[in-house]
């Protein structure tokens, strides 16, 4: 494998439903971040962790909640999530938190019933 | 504050027609980098180029080129001789040295390129 991989690629889960997105990169970089896309705005930064330390959560409800075990795996666990939670979740890496380009992965497409 | 505006919503072209996509940021620091990002149809955000605050020579790479204005906080995107493959949403982004792990993104702009 290379670059960043997430897994799975669509996922459709009730609002009752636990279900987690993994997302692992292959680049040997210290930084990964968590993204939503919904239709129609901007990507919103969810999670930044450096060297496995989370650096910002951007008000992110506690229905999503990130873990990072180590630099090259990142999760987002999901729980009560509400329909308009559906969107695109997409991880990236990069070499540090600051400044350095970031590699994306080919993203979640989740569908909250 | 920090901000990306990409005002063109949606470009159609031709093929092998050039075409210009705009982006223009607003940051308060003096070091700063810029970005751009393609997003195919599959979904995955390619990394094309980033620029630091201080490098303000464009940049070309084959049909690709990047025109970077301090003087009107600009960093418009050109491709040359477009072609079908080219069709994707860019994403113009913005980070600022001295803040947050932040990367601030634009809209993006939805180009199609027609044969």
């Known amino acids: 494998e290379t670059g960043v991989t997430q897994t799975p690629r669509h996922l459709v889960m009730g609002m009752t439903n636990k279900k987690s997105l993994k997302c692992e990169q292959h680049?040997?970089?210290?930084?990964m971040y968590w993204y939503k896309q919904s239709a129609k705005k901007p990507l919103e930064l969810m999670f930044v962790?450096?060297?496995?330390?989370?650096?910002e959560n951007n008000s992110v409800p506690s229905r999503f909640s990130p873990e990072c075990p180590n630099s090259s795996h990142l999760f987002l666990h999901l729980h009560t999530l509400q329909p308009e939670d559906s969107a695109l979740y997409l991880c990236?890496?990069?070499?540090?938190?600051?400044?350095?380009?970031?590699?994306f992965g080919p993203g979640t497409r989740l569908t909250v019933t | 504050a920090q901000k990306v505006t990409q005002a063109q919503t949606e470009i159609s072209v031709v093929e092998k027609e050039d075409v210009t996509l705009d982006c223009v940021y607003e940051?308060?620091?003096?070091?700063?980098?810029l970005f751009w990002y393609k997003q195919p149809p599959s979904g995955e955000l390619v990394f094309l180029i980033r620029?630091?605050?201080?490098?303000?020579q464009n940049e070309i790479s084959g049909r690709y080129s990047w025109n970077f204005q301090k003087s009107t906080s600009s960093f418009n995107f050109t491709i040359t001789a477009s072609q079908v493959v080219d069709s994707a949403v860019y994403f113009c982004?913005?980070?600022?040295?001295?803040?947050?792990?932040?990367?601030?993104f634009g809209t993006g702009t939805r180009l199609q390129v027609f044969p």
């Open positions: 990236a890496s990069s070499q540090a938190a600051t400044d350095y380009e970031q590699y």
């Open positions: 680049l040997g970089h210290n930084a």
């Open positions: 962790y450096n060297f496995k330390e989370q650096t």
């Open positions: 940051t308060r620091d003096t070091t700063y980098y």
């Open positions: 620029r630091n605050s201080f490098d303000e």
């Open positions: 982004a913005l980070s600022e040295a001295s803040g947050t792990d932040k990367l601030i």
